[in-house]
């Protein structure tokens, strides 16, 4: 995740500070663009967050994967309340960070919710994250994990 967010810090739920490299090292990341005032992200967060823990919190050994959240709310306070909604696990960039704006352009994010699977190295898997997981489920976790070509231990 060098290329992507190496030098920054992610916040966690509880306002903790985490060094992102440490954070994603080994883990295929789900970047999660959202905000709490648009009706789709509040109608697929329920969805991501029961993907996520079928295979990361209920499965043994869990999945290789985190979520990194990347606000599009309008205020500090509406990306709090709305952190505070997703799995503890979860990773947010601040909410101040102006890199959040940067990423959005990376990604020709136009709409959320969206979904952005991506490699240790930062390169992109799918795009259309969310709609693989309402259409496959965790099935479509396997193939992010064999595009990832790191992963030899997840049997999935």
Request: proline fraction near 6%; charged fraction near 20%.
């Amino acid at each position: 995740m060098v290329d992507v967010l190496g030098g920054r810090l992610l916040v966690t739920r509880d306002g903790a500070w985490v060094e992102a490299e440490a954070a994603l090292q080994n883990k295929v990341v789900a970047l999660y663009f959202a905000s709490a005032c648009c009706a789709p992200s509040r109608d697929f967060t329920p969805l991501l967050c029961e993907f996520y823990a079928d295979l990361v919190e209920r499965a043994r050994p869990p999945a290789p994967l985190a979520v990194v959240f990347v606000s599009a709310d309008c205020s500090a306070q509406e990306m709090e309340d709305f952190l505070h909604q997703l799995p503890g696990a979860w990773l947010a960039l601040p909410f101040h960070d102006p890199y959040r704006h940067e990423l959005r352009t990376r990604y020709h994010i136009t709409a959320t919710p969206k979904l952005v699977i991506l490699k240790p190295s930062g390169e992109v898997i799918t795009n259309k994250g969310r709609k693989q997981i309402r259409e496959r489920g965790c099935a479509c976790f396997q193939d992010w994990v064999q595009a990832a070509e790191v992963f030899q231990n997840f049997s999935g």
